[in-house]
């Protein structure tokens, strides 16, 4: 059993920053991958961000590519989305989750059905 507590969402203007984080407890942070999702009202659940359990690979939803960043430390239980540049279109509620399954050479799992467990997740609103 994992538990996942995400933090860091709020309110900013478009162009701002943010940094989620999101801890974990109950097994061993360093053996399962991470991966961040976002879902806006009336839409379905899209990912945005994943990182493998060393770190060393990383995939960015093409929307946020350049944009954010996924990092996590281990020592700390704990995986970060830094968010820049900000837009409207960001706003969602962002979820934290893991995935305990192991990834091909070079395939980083973008659905949502793959991760296995998931935090209740955090609002972040970006206004114009």
């Known amino acids: 059993q994992v538990q996942l507590v995400e933090s860091g969402g709020g309110l900013v203007q478009a162009g701002g920053s943010l940094r989620l984080s999101c801890v974990a407890s109950?097994?061993?942070?360093?053996?399962?991958?991470m991966g961040w999702f976002r879902q806006a009202p009336g839409k379905e659940r899209e990912f945005v961000a994943a990182?493998?359990?060393?770190?060393?690979?990383?995939a960015y939803a093409d929307s946020v590519k350049g944009r954010f960043t996924i990092s996590r430390d281990n020592a700390k239980n704990t995986v970060y989305l830094q968010m820049n540049s900000l837009k409207p279109e960001d706003t969602a509620v962002y979820y934290c989750?893991?995935?305990?399954?192991?990834?091909?050479?070079?395939?980083?799992?973008?659905?949502?059905?793959?991760?296995?467990?998931w935090g209740q997740g955090t609002q972040v609103t970006v206004s114009s």
């Open positions: 989750a893991a995935d305990f399954r192991p990834w091909g050479p070079t395939t980083v799992p973008t659905g949502a059905l793959q991760y296995d467990y």
């Open positions: 109950g097994r061993t942070f360093s053996s399962y991958h």
């Open positions: 990182i493998s359990l060393s770190g060393g690979r990383t």
